[in-house]
């Protein structure tokens, strides 16, 4: 497994942007499909985003589609989330995690085997 360390998150006026940043470690981080989760209070882990191998396929929340960018930089072993236009209901915990295999289109976070810390990500209104 990658350990995974996520990175940028804060708070943020509505409309405002952020970047996150998830940096994983080991020689295999390429052979990872990576994807972002989120997590409010009271409310279960939902799917973000995520990213195959090379990065050339993404796939996206349809509560995010436009407004949020998944990258990737194998040579840098990091993935990325910029998050525009962002809302108050964006608030959340947010997750990088790894899959060992190349993105199939999943979205159920057991799926997952690697998993950040969690950054917390808070719009205000």
């Known amino acids: 497994q990658v350990q995974l360390v996520e990175s940028g998150g804060g708070l943020v006026q509505a409309g405002g942007s952020l970047r996150l940043s998830c940096a994983a470690s080991?020689?295999?981080?390429?052979?990872?499909?990576m994807g972002w989760f989120r997590q409010a209070p009271g409310k279960e882990r939902e799917f973000v985003a995520a990213?195959?191998?090379?990065?050339?396929?993404?796939d996206y929340a349809d509560s995010v589609k436009g407004r949020f960018t998944i990258s990737r930089d194998n040579a840098k072993n990091t993935v990325y989330l910029q998050m525009n236009s962002l809302k108050p209901e964006d608030t959340a915990v947010y997750y990088c995690?790894?899959?060992?295999?190349?993105?199939?289109?999943?979205?159920?976070?057991?799926?997952?085997?690697?998993w950040g810390q969690g950054t917390q990500v808070t719009v205000s209104s």
């Open positions: 080991g020689r295999t981080f390429s052979r990872y499909a």
């Open positions: 990213i195959s191998w090379s990065g050339r396929n993404t």
């Open positions: 995690a790894g899959l060992e295999r190349n993105y199939y289109g999943t979205k159920d976070p057991a799926d997952f085997g690697s």
